[in-house]
């Protein structure tokens, strides 16, 4: 099922008189795909779970609408929104066996929902098998991984049959390997039962593994919606640029004359049509082409070897970090310099105005 965003809107008011209003979710306008994962995607504060709490009827919107399909839910109660919600402390009762957990949200239904003994039991192993953990049925919580716990707290969402199914860092409490598992499954179980899922995590490599979409957020403002690929080949400003990529993207300072960019004196690259301007200069890791004649030139400082590819680095006195670090592939060798001399490949390079850290486009040729 679609769901739409309309100018979501959510305003805490300040506590106290000197403390001011916190606009967490500020006018999201969004159409989510039936049957996609989009990842939510931010620095810690920047309105990810508000936003969610906001989609399953938990906190209520200060403006703006919230439609499933052609219904209209922003004045519904989480009980009839049919939404499941996976929240990062799995939240189980302890003293509930994993059947127990699974069956409870359906105990609770009434009326015309409501269902047979048998129809629970049913449901509740089938939302078990799908997650992998029908065979820890009668276990306490206590007696089972943090993975597994996960997993309880993923089947209990899906036991309900949600419309939607909501998830607010589920893996963090994990350690990194389950965590790759837990997410792989969460991609497996979300495509088996195309359910529409929104995944909010701060973990941009997380995001971009799982999600058809990525939303990115900074204080509450969408910055770029996009598929993971695009958003990283093509961030709409600086902010987004530094948020995707491990090792994190270079920033430098340059100047663009003559529609060529210059950093410190060297022209480094040509930049047709834009206009001459101070820019922030942007560069992936990958987009250094070692070149004992090429016109950017670091001293270097480090070669850190990582199997199929290394790691130089260096320092700049543009830069805008402590250091410059390239990924090269293992094959070239660096010469042992006080400094390493660099090409830029165009299409790894971005320009942002310095005014407003938005991105300054050039055609790449
Ligand atoms: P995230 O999940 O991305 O870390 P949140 O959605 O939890 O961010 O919070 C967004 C902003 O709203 C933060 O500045 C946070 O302090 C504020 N906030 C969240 N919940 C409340 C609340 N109940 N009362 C006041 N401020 C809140
Ligand atoms: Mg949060």
Known sequence: MEIVLQNLTKIFPGRGK????????????????DG????????SGCGKSTTLYMISGLQKPSAGKILFGEDDVTDLSPENRGVGLVF????LYPHMTVKQNILFPLQNLRGADKLSKKEMMERAYEAAKLVQIDELMERKPSELSGGQQQRV???RALVKMPR???LDEPLSNLDARLRLQTREEIRRIQKETGITTIFVTHDQEEAMSISDLIVVMK???VQQIDEPQAVYDDPTNLFVA???GTPPINVLEGKVEGEKLYIGESAVMDVPGVADQEVIVGIRPEGFVLDANGP???KLSNVEVMGRDISVVSTHEKSLNPTVRSIINADNKVPATETVSYSLKPHKVFLFSKEDESRIRFEVK
């Open 18 to 33: 000197s403390s001011e209003e916190v606009i967490a979710v500020n006018d999201f306008s969004f159409t989510l795909p």
């Open 36 to 43: 996609k994962l989009v990842g939510l995607l931010g620095p």
């Open 88 to 91: 990062q402390n799995y939240a």
């Open 153 to 155: 707290a993923i089947a």
């Open 164 to 166: 939607v199914l909501l």
């Open 219 to 221: 204080l509450g403002v």
């Open 242 to 244: 530094k948020f995707l």
């Open 296 to 298: 950017l030139t670091c």
